[in-house]
Nanobody, 120 residues
Framework: QVQLVESGGGLVQPGGSLRLSCAASASGIIFTVYNMAWYRQAPGKQRELVARITSSSRPNYTDSVKGRFTISRDDAKNTVYLQMNSLRPEDTAVYYC????????????WGQGTQVTVSS
């Protein structure tokens, strides 16, 4: 069982920035086998993929955040980050961290989520 703990959410004005962090922990965890991702869910909407980074650090992004968000990982710290710049009100959502073992893709772990609110 992998525990994921997100942090870094909050209230920010349009055009501002936030950096989310997600720390993974488990007995004997080998973080490098996990593909990591950030999802978000706005009120009344389905959860959507925001960005994903593979175990070999290849990123990809949903179109609406390309050029504004950057996903990265620090395998020494078992942590994945989401740097969010030029934030817009439509980025307001609960952001969730997700981990999938690349050798066991049917497994998936979720964090508890962190609220991001973009408002003036």
């Amino acid at each position: 069982q992998v525990q994921l703990v997100e942090s870094g959410g909050g209230l920010v004005q349009p055009g501002g920035s936030l950096r989310l962090s997600c720390a993974a922990s488990a007995s004997g965890i080998i973080f490098t086998v996990y593909n990591m991702a950030w999802y978000r869910q706005a009120p009344g909407k389905q959860r959507e993929l925001v960005a994903r980074i593979t175990s070999s650090s290849r990123p990809n992004y949903t179109d609406s955040v390309k050029g504004r968000f950057t996903i990265s990982r620090d395998d020494a710290k078992n942590t994945v980050y989401l740097q969010m710049n030029s934030l817009r009100p439509e980025d307001t959502a609960v952001y969730y961290c997700n981990a999938v073992n690349k050798f066991i893709p049917a497994t998936g772990y979720w964090g508890q989520g962190t609220q991001v609110t973009v408002s003036s």
